[in-house]
Protein backbone atom coordinates (compact mmCIF):
# COMPACT_ATOMS: atom_id res chain seq x y z
CA UNK A 1 0.00 0.00 0.00
CA UNK A 2 1.01 3.72 -0.64
CA UNK A 3 2.71 4.99 2.74
CA UNK A 4 4.48 8.61 2.87
CA UNK A 5 6.09 8.99 6.33
CA UNK A 6 7.36 12.81 6.69
CA UNK A 7 10.03 13.53 9.64
CA UNK A 8 12.43 16.54 10.53
CA UNK A 9 9.99 18.85 12.18
CA UNK A 10 11.10 20.40 14.91
CA UNK A 11 10.89 24.12 17.06
CA UNK A 12 13.36 26.78 15.60
CA UNK A 13 13.79 30.26 16.38
CA UNK A 14 12.99 32.94 13.69
CA UNK A 15 15.65 32.90 10.71
CA UNK A 16 16.64 29.56 11.12
CA UNK A 17 16.53 26.30 8.87
CA UNK A 18 15.17 22.93 8.73
CA UNK A 19 14.79 19.76 6.32
CA UNK A 20 11.69 17.76 6.30
CA UNK A 21 11.98 14.47 4.48
CA UNK A 22 8.98 12.28 2.94
CA UNK A 23 9.81 8.97 2.94
CA UNK A 24 7.58 6.82 -0.04
CA UNK A 25 6.71 3.41 -0.64
CA UNK A 26 4.29 1.37 -2.18
CA UNK A 27 4.18 2.99 -6.03
CA UNK A 28 6.45 4.21 -8.34
CA UNK A 29 7.78 7.26 -6.87
CA UNK A 30 10.32 8.56 -10.19
CA UNK A 31 7.16 8.06 -12.14
CA UNK A 32 4.97 10.37 -9.75
CA UNK A 33 4.89 14.48 -8.79
CA UNK A 34 5.56 15.33 -5.21
CA UNK A 35 3.72 18.14 -3.26
CA UNK A 36 4.71 18.95 0.18
CA UNK A 37 1.66 20.84 1.87
CA UNK A 38 1.02 22.60 5.03
CA UNK A 39 -1.68 23.60 7.70
CA UNK A 40 -1.54 26.16 10.92
CA UNK A 41 -3.95 25.87 13.08
CA UNK A 42 -7.74 26.92 12.47
CA UNK A 43 -6.60 27.78 8.65
CA UNK A 44 -6.81 25.02 5.47
CA UNK A 45 -4.18 23.44 3.94
CA UNK A 46 -2.12 25.18 1.74
CA UNK A 47 -0.15 23.76 -0.87
CA UNK A 48 4.17 25.12 -0.79
CA UNK A 49 5.58 23.65 -3.17
CA UNK A 50 5.47 20.81 -6.12
CA UNK A 51 8.16 19.04 -7.92
CA UNK A 52 8.13 17.10 -11.28
CA UNK A 53 8.67 13.73 -11.54
CA UNK A 54 12.38 13.78 -12.59
CA UNK A 55 12.76 16.73 -10.61
CA UNK A 56 13.48 18.80 -13.10
CA UNK A 57 10.31 21.33 -12.49
CA UNK A 58 9.53 22.97 -9.28
CA UNK A 59 6.91 26.13 -8.16
CA UNK A 60 6.72 27.42 -4.90
CA UNK A 61 3.69 29.15 -2.79
CA UNK A 62 4.83 33.25 -3.03
CA UNK A 63 4.66 33.36 0.58
CA UNK A 64 7.95 30.68 0.53
CA UNK A 65 9.80 31.46 -2.63
CA UNK A 66 13.21 32.10 -2.33
CA UNK A 67 13.16 30.70 1.21
CA UNK A 68 12.46 26.66 0.65
CA UNK A 69 13.71 24.73 -1.81
CA UNK A 70 11.83 21.17 -2.67
CA UNK A 71 14.09 18.20 -4.11
CA UNK A 72 13.66 14.50 -4.36
CA UNK A 73 16.24 11.13 -4.60
CA UNK A 74 14.54 8.93 -7.07
CA UNK A 75 16.81 6.60 -5.64
CA UNK A 76 16.07 6.88 -1.98
CA UNK A 77 12.40 7.14 -2.81
CA UNK A 78 12.20 10.50 -1.07
CA UNK A 79 11.10 14.07 -1.12
CA UNK A 80 12.59 16.86 0.59
CA UNK A 81 11.71 20.35 1.50
CA UNK A 82 14.72 22.83 3.07
CA UNK A 83 13.59 25.67 4.70
CA UNK A 84 15.50 28.54 5.27
CA UNK A 85 15.19 32.10 6.94
CA UNK A 86 11.79 31.08 8.66
CA UNK A 87 9.30 33.12 10.03
CA UNK A 88 6.73 32.55 13.19
CA UNK A 89 4.10 32.75 9.81
CA UNK A 90 5.80 29.09 9.01
CA UNK A 91 4.63 27.28 11.58
CA UNK A 92 2.22 24.63 10.69
CA UNK A 93 2.35 20.80 10.25
CA UNK A 94 4.04 20.03 6.91
CA UNK A 95 2.82 17.09 4.76
CA UNK A 96 3.63 15.37 1.81
CA UNK A 97 0.85 14.11 -0.75
CA UNK A 98 1.14 12.50 -4.34
CA UNK A 99 -1.92 11.73 -6.55
CA UNK A 100 -1.46 7.89 -7.69
CA UNK A 101 -4.25 5.87 -9.82
CA UNK A 102 -6.27 8.97 -9.52
CA UNK A 103 -6.17 8.76 -5.83
CA UNK A 104 -4.43 11.60 -3.32
CA UNK A 105 -2.52 10.26 -0.47
CA UNK A 106 -1.17 12.14 2.78
CA UNK A 107 1.29 11.60 5.28
CA UNK A 108 0.84 12.06 8.77
CA UNK A 109 2.54 15.27 9.24
CA UNK A 110 5.75 16.42 10.92
CA UNK A 111 5.08 20.23 12.86
CA UNK A 112 7.09 22.46 12.72
CA UNK A 113 7.30 25.56 14.81
CA UNK A 114 8.75 28.49 14.27
CA UNK A 115 9.36 30.44 17.48
CA UNK A 116 11.81 32.80 19.61
Known amino acids: QVQLVESGGDTVQPGGSLRLSCAAS????????MHWYRQAPGKERDLVAT????????SYAESVKGRFTISRDNAKNTVYLQMNSLKPEDTAVYFCYTMYNRRGYWGQGTQVTVSS
Open 26 to 33: GFTFNIYA
Open 51 to 58: ISRAGGTT
